[in-house]
């Protein structure tokens, strides 16, 4: 089970710089919930063990080990820095305060946490057809998609719900969670396409950053060239727009999936260097 986890470390705040509430929406939401115990304890336990103590809780974070019969295995944190965890801590005493654990006979356990119906939302969790790095964004609206971290880019878009949880944390993170509606889009490959000379490195996750209208725009390496990809939803809901912005830039095309409107900003599926610098594609299946 624990290969799972392993790609964790891949995830973002080792990039970029985030406040504490991102960290732990990016590299913790997925295990630890506020009042109750999912895969990890919940922030209620790790305050009372780590309240007044933060050298050992930053020396947990980088150096984890079992605890609990049965339980997963916390990976180490050490990608974070110890700056990261140190600020982690003072987030997650205040986020615990005033609150309960909630055992798991007191509540339901397929009730969905508020949490996890909040648009737009970024959520660390294993999903269907994707490698163990998969983060799932809900866009305002009812569409949702899947960003494969391992493999840097999109891989489906659907309709719907957010995500279902509960098969995830029933099984401590050795299960993936259900889509809460029906997948609308698909998309087999990275669809920006550069002229290559000889073989390039495999892509290369760079975090993320999370704007002010809660949306993440993705950074990562295609081959040499930086890339960053924000995803927004089409305001009548029939597609999504995608913004790139791409370093060094250089000439590149567009590949179109059948079935599906791809138009560009620049006018063209074929951009220039110049054009390649930013543009925007629009996406539509209806």
């Known amino acids: 089970m624990r290969r799972f986890l392993l790609p964790i470390t891949l995830l973002p705040a080792a990039a970029l710089a985030q406040e504490p509430a991102q960290v732990f929406q990016m590299n913790c939401s997925?295990?630890?919930?506020?009042?109750?115990?999912?895969?990890?304890?919940?922030?209620?336990?790790?305050?009372?063990?780590?309240?007044?103590?933060?050298?050992?809780?930053?020396?947990?974070?980088?150096?984890?080990?079992?605890?609990?019969?049965?339980?997963?295995?916390?990976?180490?944190?050490?990608?974070?820095?110890?700056?990261?965890?140190?600020?982690?801590?003072?987030?997650?005493?205040?986020?615990?305060?005033?609150k309960s654990e909630i055992k798991k006979s007191d509540a339901d356990p397929f009730a969905m946490p508020a949490a996890m119906v909040r648009r737009p939302q970024v959520q660390r969790i294993f999903l269907p057809d994707a490698s163990?790095?998969?983060?799932?964004?809900?866009?305002?609206?009812?569409?949702?998609?899947?960003?494969?971290?391992?493999?840097?880019?999109?891989?489906?878009?659907?309709?719907?719900?957010?995500?279902?949880?509960?098969?995830?944390?029933?099984?401590?993170?050795?299960?993936?969670?259900?889509?809460?509606?029906?997948?609308?889009?698909?998309?087999?490959?990275?669809?920006?396409?550069?002229?290559?000379?000889?073989?390039?490195?495999?892509?290369?996750?760079?975090?993320?950053?999370?704007?002010?209208?809660?949306?993440?725009?993705?950074?990562?390496?295609?081959g040499k060239t930086k890339v960053a990809e924000k995803i927004t939803p089409l305001a009548d809901g029939t597609g999504i727009e995608r913004h790139f912005e791409t370093s060094p830039a250089k000439a590149l095309k567009v590949t179109a999936p059948d079935k599906i409107t791809v138009s560009s900003s620049t006018g063209s599926l074929r951009l220039d260097a110049s054009a390649a610098k930013s543009f925007t594609l629009t996406y539509r299946w209806k």
């Open 132 to 222: 163990p790095a998969a983060i799932a964004v809900a866009l305002p609206g009812d569409l949702s998609y899947c960003f494969d971290a391992a493999e840097c880019r999109l891989r489906y878009v659907w309709q719907g719900g957010f995500i279902d949880g509960w098969p995830y944390w029933k099984g401590n993170g050795s299960s993936i969670a259900r889509l809460g509606g029906n997948v609308v889009y698909r998309e087999d490959d990275f669809p920006l396409q550069w002229a290559v000379i000889g073989s390039e490195p495999p892509p290369k996750f760079m975090g993320y950053e999370i704007g002010d209208d809660g949306l993440p725009t993705f950074h990562f390496l295609r």
């Open 30 to 98: 997925a295990c630890h919930a506020v009042d109750r115990m999912v895969v990890g304890p919940s922030l209620v336990e790790i305050s009372g063990i780590y309240r007044g103590r933060p050298d050992e809780f930053v020396k947990w974070c980088l150096q984890p080990e079992p605890k609990r019969p049965g339980a997963i295995e916390m990976p180490s944190m050490a990608h974070l820095g110890e700056e990261t965890l140190r600020s982690l801590l003072p987030y997650i005493l205040e986020t615990a305060e005033g």
